[in-house]
């Protein structure tokens, strides 16, 4: 998008009310009606916000240490590999979800493969269906997975390294 294009649709997004303050566009989210980039650009960040609490529980006092797990967890990599490792758990309606993320245009990343970037694109679009629509329980029950699997992968890695 050009620059242009860009800041047209920045004006369009903030609109003045009367009142002097800012018009509200929509009043609730229908998840099932997002684009399901959307609902990983949400899930993306529940489940960085979820990693980073997470890892509290291993380590308080090196914050860079902590950084570099909670980039190597969040990764497209780590969460393609941690969503086919729980891909049994998941409901008939996330399943359709997954699939229409996973398939849906986008710019692939330069740090993973297209395969790894859209499956990851699919997880998040999950949690962020689930984040936006409440169901913190069953967020929590993914995302606890998804780490469980990811956390049990890089100690079986140092394990083959020590």
């Known amino acids: 998008m050009r620059f242009e294009q860009y800041q047209k649709r920045l004006a369009e997004v903030f609109q003045p009310k009367e ?3 800012v018009r509200v566009r929509y009043e609730q989210v229908d998840t099932r009606q997002l684009n399901p980039l ?6 993306d960040a529940c489940y960085h916000q ?3 609490r997470e890892l ?7 914050v860079h240490l902590l950084h570099d797990l909670a980039v190597q967890i969040v990764s497209a990599k780590w969460q393609a590999k941690a969503c086919r490792a729980i891909a049994e758990m998941l409901t008939e309606e996330e399943q359709k979800l ?6 849906h245009k986008s710019h692939a990343s330069r740090t993973a493969s297209f395969s790894e970037y859209h499956t990851s694109t699919g997880f998040e679009a999950i949690l962020g269906s689930l984040y936006l629509d409440g169901e913190t329980e069953r967020l929590e029950e993914i995302e606890g ?6 956390i049990e992968e890089i100690m079986k890695a140092q394990g083959a390294e020590g």
């Open 19 to 21: 009142d002097g303050g």
């Open 38 to 43: 959307v609902l990983a650009y949400v899930g």
């Open 50 to 52: 979820y990693v980073r």
């Open 56 to 62: 509290l529980r291993y380590e308080q006092n090196d």
């Open 98 to 103: 997954f699939r229409r993320a996973r398939n």
């Open 145 to 150: 997975a998804a780490l469980h699997f990811v």
